[in-house]
């Protein structure tokens, strides 16, 4: 299957920027998509923005849109989250997520997830 590791995370002030890196390893030509997804303690995990493997479009959620730029590496391994203007309801533990299949199986993989904190 495939492996994700997630860095980047930490304390921000409101209105500063953060960059979260995801590196992929093992079975990376079978995924579709990557993206980042965050959850908030009491809440449901939620999708930030997703990136195609194969066209590179990117899908953003409404409250990612316009301060948020999701992007691949040059070895196409790598995912990145620019994350600007942040807001302390940004706050959360992120996710890197990847889907795909391997053979006609689908699989969900899932980092371990980075700690972003958004606090003056």
């Known amino acids: 299957q495939v492996q994700l590791v997630e860095s980047g995370g930490g304390l921000e002030q409101p209105g500063g920027s953060l960059t979260l890196s995801c590196t992929a390893a093992?079975?990376?030509?079978?995924?579709?998509?990557m993206s980042w997804d965050r959850q908030i303690p009491g809440k449901e995990r939620e999708l930030v923005a997703r990136?195609?493997?194969?066209?590179?479009?990117?899908t953003y959620a409404d409250s990612a849109k316009g301060r948020f730029t999701i992007s691949r590496g040059d070895t196409k391994n790598t995912m990145y989250l620019q994350m600007n203007s942040v807001k302390p309801e940004d706050a959360a533990v992120y996710y890197c997520?990847?889907?795909?299949?391997?053979?006609?199986?689908?699989?969900?993989?899932w980092g371990q997830g980075t700690q972003v904190t958004v606090s003056s």
């Open positions: 997520h990847a889907q795909g299949y391997i053979g006609s199986e689908r699989y969900d993989a």
């Open positions: 093992g079975e990376t030509r079978s995924m579709y998509f």
């Open positions: 990136i195609s493997m194969f066209t590179d479009s990117t």
